[in-house]
């Protein structure tokens, strides 16, 4: 089926979710929101600035990706955000119960799961560069992005508008 303008306006007046692979999992993606967009520009702004455009030159673009790329483990994180939605990432305390041998009393011991910890270190080791860039472009055109530059737009145009003295 062909993605036209009328398909993608009913599937985000609709809110369809749609599904994400990384590797072997499946995951549906949430629902964009104004607090997903907060959370993903802190990781954005940790991303290497200072990176030169090159053309042709392979050894110079080599040493460049190679001097940056510490910085760039931020890509996961910036896809585990999209994915999971600024709901999506709180912590959840996870309480196995094991049994001690020879013994009826269980022994609990609390663990806490950060899944956008864990999502992250997933796109990382099981996506490659290409398909990472891919994703997130696909995730951002689902955030409306240019939605909320026009409001922000908008508000700012607002405030200029100032109370006169009579």
């Known amino acids: 089926m062909k993605n036209t303008v009328e398909k993608r306006t ?8 749609f599904t994400v692979t990384i590797g072997v999992k499946s995951y549906e993606v949430a629902r964009p929101s104004l607090a997903t967009l907060i959370e993903v520009s802190k990781f954005i ?17 080599l040493r460049e990706v190679l001097s940056v790329a510490v910085d760039c483990r931020y890509l996961g ?14 912590a959840r305390k996870f309480n196995p119960q094991k ?17 956008q910890r864990e999502l992250a270190n997933e796109v990382n080791e099981e996506m490659n560069a290409k398909e990472i860039f891919e994703l997130i472009i696909t995730l951002l055109q689902k955030l409306e992005v240019a939605f909320f530059l026009s409001t922000i737009i908008f508000l700012k145009e607002v405030n200029l508008l100032r109370k006169t003295k009579f």
């Open 99 to 115: 049994r001690r041998r020879f013994s009826f009393m269980p022994v609990s011991k609390e663990e806490t799961i950060d899944p």
């Open 45 to 61: 702004s940790q991303l290497p600035e200072n990176i030169e455009k090159m053309e042709d030159d392979e050894d110079q673009m």
């Open 10 to 17: 009913a599937e985000t007046i609709l809110e369809t979710p």
């Open 77 to 90: 994180d910036i896809v585990a955000i999209l994915i999971l939605g600024s709901k999506g990432l709180k």
